[in-house]
């Protein structure tokens, strides 16, 4: 069984920076999707960013380009984002799934991900 375990949540001040953490454990398959989620309360699963593996491609949502980053370490058994420039639009519960499959066409669609963590808040304040 897969296990996602997010960390690196909290409250910051607009303008400031998060790093957060999906530690994977668990997994049987070689080629994956590895994404981070955020959620609002009323609000569908909005897609953030993700990675491939093999490969490390990386995808961004419009909304946080140029100030998110993904990466993966060697193994791509930690999966992090780096969130830069915050602002209070960012404030959600941010999730990191895996997509076993590995399919480049659904890399934005959290329906596509097969496994996911908990969860951890975000908040933002202006």
């Known amino acids: 069984q897969v296990h996602l375990i997010e960390s690196g949540g909290g409250l910051v001040q607009a303008g400031g920076s998060l790093r957060l953490s999906c530690v994977a454990s668990?997994?049987?398959?070689?080629?994956?999707?590895s994404g981070w989620f955020r959620q609002t309360p009323g609000k569908e699963r909005e897609f953030v960013a993700a990675i491939r593996w093999p490969g490390r491609a990386t995808y961004y949502a419009d909304s946080v380009k140029g100030r998110f980053t993904i990466s993966g370490d060697k193994a791509m058994n930690t999966v992090y984002l780096q969130m830069n420039s915050l602002t209070p639009d960012d404030t959600a519960v941010y999730y990191c799934?895996?997509?076993?499959?590995?399919?480049?066409?659904?890399?934005?669609?959290?329906?596509?991900?097969?496994?996911w963590g908990q969860g951890t808040q975000v908040t933002v304040s202006s």
């Open positions: 799934a895996e997509d076993a499959g590995g399919i480049l066409s659904s890399i934005r669609h959290h329906g596509n991900y097969d496994y």
């Open positions: 668990g997994r049987t398959y070689r080629n994956f999707n």
